[in-house]
């Protein structure tokens, strides 16, 4: 393993077969049903220089499984960096204070950036539209974890991948991690101007895989085994691409109709989160909220395995913590979610 | 117990003895003499829509002192929410990464919104003028312990209730959980516009209480055995009511002379704070600091004992927590504030 | 030991002597060999009224490393202070959630006013242009450290402090804190108008020690053993005050060719951070990164053990944290920072 975890560009297949595996040695933990203390005395330093309740939360959390603190920053351009403090001082500064750090930052290549100046693991959680490892890399878990409950193999799969391809940085990370294994069929949709960038694609086809694009979700796909569905960022949309985009409707919204018309009982549908709920919203909709094969709340459970096993795998504990595991005696619910289902 | 606590209306009067039976229970590890790890290894997502120091951080340490870890929240309408996310998706994924969650939000009916979706305890911390349950209980744990060290009973007590009586949810929410005891002598006292509202003192009137309304705080009422004072909440006001309201002088401040005319040494002074005391203020006034009847200190005090009975009876672990407890070796001091009087 | 931390003017040269011996203990946790839990179950309440990174993560991760939790607040002027709620009302409160309070607050006097409400120990950290005494703390703990590393003793050593000694409030502290102890050769270089105030200079001298005043660093100092700079912090500047100093030019810049011309090999160079790393900036230059006579990064390291150090003295468990000492079992890099030579 890497000092940090910046990209998924620098994770080769085997680095990533270990996270996935330890990830899932985690599950005792992330279920409630085991605790753990490896980390007692470790400090995060949880650096959020942008908006984020559920990355941050999320690997607090994880981190506390582990038995670590948590120090929380958010916003904090109103202190020392807007006094001129440099990324590479913030960086050697909080490197001395914590064990470990997360950051988000808006400016794309700024966390690889503050990395370069500390040998305390960085953990990268997300950068503007750069990269977001940890999401691919849960994205990545779901879809092996389901593919194992449903008995499916991902070597011959087929994913569709749907929304703001362009800007959307989960799905260029997860399609990276993807290329990585046996041949798939990947079928992308987007609304003209929000295509998946053509290196991507390009990169993608050269490793073996059969990629499609289409610009609507009204075709004939065949069979889905994967519908990963992506938000229309349009905060991130330029004038000329708001206009562009004003004649598209409902097309790209995913829904029970579409499920109806086009996937099977075993096809899984996933999301990164947070989607638009509002009525209107050009984003998967929530009248698949109680079917099973909505995915999406088990996808952002799978958040705290995966970020438990980047933190051990990490400070290389990952091979201690099953011995110390102690059973959970506070009440836990048999499913987190009313409308969660035992599948 | 429910698996929620959203009001004070879904709690009969053997779970509200209960929980005061479990914070009673909990004195020795707030008063920091003792220390438990029974919560070590869960996680409270302790969510802040709305500014709040004390009750957050009241929250925040009654889990800490339990031996849980907290991640706090704060303004997150800036976040994913501001994406349109919905409470329900918001819900879910926090159960995800939670064992337990506080909320505090604006909105009336949002908390139990949020609740609907998931199994895992939500509490809620304050729903804008609708409702504060864990402030109830502790007004209602610091009467019920005043009344023990004055040897006192609650049944035929008298209480005047005084100030904002019309936005104040905590004495909305005190007054439905006194009217489950023993017939008592309740005294309101408001402005004229900012009375309780007439179906709460229909309520307690129909459960066997004597309630009596004044407009005034210079009247006779008689042996007082509890004085309850609120801020008048002016940015609650409309604009019709700030007008009717700017007549209305200092008659609505409990002050010294207020005591020294209408109460006894066994009289104790109540306050849910934070208070505004600066000078002019209509409210409680700073002439009774080191008053040994101003209770308002103990009264917050309080908020440990009580949120970590509703933590610990929610997770189902109050009956392990006096097996575990430890003695405390740091320095704690003999009164936490330099006024505070040992009674 | 008094029962608050506010000033260093408190402080007895036994008392100073004591907390930087416990800080020297405390060392092996602070570099991440050892982990101790004598605080666990105990509450920091981390109050800060201003933002501010640096402090508030050392704080915090000081009193994780002791086994305690922390309740983080900023910027709460926007909650019950904004209601009129009095620092008494406020620290009282406080005082009945938390162990111990750290309190960063724009208004000088305002954190001894909040500790004068509460026997819980208050540790002042940094009250606009009034006191900061952790960072004196931890300046004098660097210099001592670095000195007994280069075989240095104090007395008769020759410190130069430059940069804005009228605003500076780390540079009071610090020479009233070296003030006590054998005479020194002190050089003061600042811009006309950032003059150190007359009463400090007066002071210093009176106890013995060698104080000169300059107005340029480009002059014959002889040899120095500290070079301490500072951040020229315009915002602190009257309007007055900002048109003298447009005429003053990069003169105050402590760089390379500054060391070059000035300094040996064992001087060292501090700077409480942070530091202004734009081009222009009158401050620190980057070009001393990596030189290991910049030893800003170990002074910022320094605050971890010397934070340590004032919370187990003010709560009295300083001799019980070696007694429980364990190793580390995570991952801990050599060094920090890439730039971090083992000295």
Not at 286 to 299: H, K, S, T
Not at 310 to 331: N, S, Y
Request: charged fraction near 25%; include cysteine.
């Amino acid at each position: 393993m890497t000092t940090h975890l910046l990209s998924v560009d620098s994770l080769s297949k085997d680095q990533v077969d270990h996270l996935l595996r330890v990830a899932s040695r985690m599950e005792p933990i992330a279920a409630r049903r085991k605790v753990t203390r490896v980390l007692e005395g470790a400090v995060l330093g949880n650096l959020f220089f942008e908006a984020s309740t559920r990355t941050r939360v999320s690997f607090n959390a994880a981190f506390c499984r582990l038995g670590g603190s948590v120090c929380d920053t958010t916003g904090f351009t109103f202190s020392s960096m807007a006094k001129g403090e440099s990324l590479y001082d913030t960086s050697r500064v909080m490197s001395g204070y914590c064990d470990a750090i997360v950051m988000r930052h808006p400016d794309q290549g700024s966390v690889a950036e503050f990395a370069e100046a500390t040998n305390v693991p960085v953990i990268n959680g997300g950068d503007g539209p750069g990269e977001h490892p940890s999401q691919a890399l849960l994205d990545l878990y779901t879809i092996d974890k389901e593919f194992t409950r449903l008995g499916k193999h991902l070597g011959g799969a087929h994913l569709l991948l749907t929304g703001d391809l362009k800007h959307g940085r989960t799905v260029h990370s997860l399609i990276k991690l993807l290329s990585l294994y046996e041949p798939l069929r990947i079928t992308l949709v987007s609304p003209p101007g929000l295509e998946m960038p053509g290196q991507l694609v390009d990169l993608v086809a050269s490793r073996g895989h059969r990629v499609e694009q289409r610009e609507s979700l009204d075709s004939d796909f065949g069979d889905l085994d994967v519908v990963y569905t992506t938000r229309i960022q349009k905060e991130r949309f330029t004038d000329e691409l708001s206009e562009s985009f004003a004649g598209v409707s409902q097309d790209f919204r995913v829904d029970r109709a579409f499920l109806d018309n086009h996937c099977s009982a075993t096809t899984i549908v996933m999301h990164p989160l947070p989607r638009d709920s509002r009525p209107g919203a050009n984003d998967l909709n929530v009248d698949l909220n109680g079917d099973p094969r909505l995915a999406i709340f088990r996808q952002t459970d799978n958040g705290i395995p995966v970020r438990m096993a980047i933190f051990a795998t990490l400070l290389g504990v990952e091979e201690l913590i099953e011995k110390e595991m102690r059973d959970v005696r506070w009440f836990v619910p048999e499913t987190f979610g009313v409308d969660d289902r035992q599948l």
